[in-house]
């Protein structure tokens, strides 16, 4: 990080309110409390779902990369929930996006989400990556 990056700067600062010290500790999240746990998986998925800045959103999907898949599994439908709530096409792609890269085996239920969806755009997320 450097003192110019205002993204990596917060995104520092918010982890530090999280609790967490650094990425490393990322490894361990699943040995949190659930609330805690949940706070970080939910701060993470904002930036790597929700964000349009590049900087927020390569910052949340390289954290999200660094949790255990099985704590990501097990908690993966309370995280993207708030970002499948808004029929946002560009959120579905991103976490389609990231799946294929880092959890491969929750991507075909997301898929099966997209083909299910009443938006076109939603579908052909499913289409073009099914």
Not at 77 to 85: G, K, Q, R, Y
Request: proline content about 4%.
């Amino acid at each position: 990080m450097t003192p110019e990056d205002p993204y990596a700067q917060r995104f520092e600062t918010e982890l530090v309110r999280l609790g967490l010290a650094d990425l490393a500790e990322l490894a361990e999240l699943g040995k949190l409390e659930h609330g805690r746990r949940m706070a970080v998986l939910h701060y993470l998925a904002e930036l790597a779902f929700a964000c349009q800045n590049v900087a927020n959103i390569t910052l949340g999907r390289t954290a999200l990369a660094r949790v255990p898949l099985q704590v990501l599994m097990e908690c993966w439908s309370e995280v993207t929930a708030p970002h499948l709530a808004t029929d946002d096409a560009w959120e579905y792609l991103r976490i389609a996006e990231f799946l294929k890269l880092h959890a491969l085996e929750l991507l075909p239920q997301h898929l099966q989400r997209c083909a299910e969806h009443a938006d076109l755009e939603i579908r052909e997320i499913a289409a073009e990556w099914g």
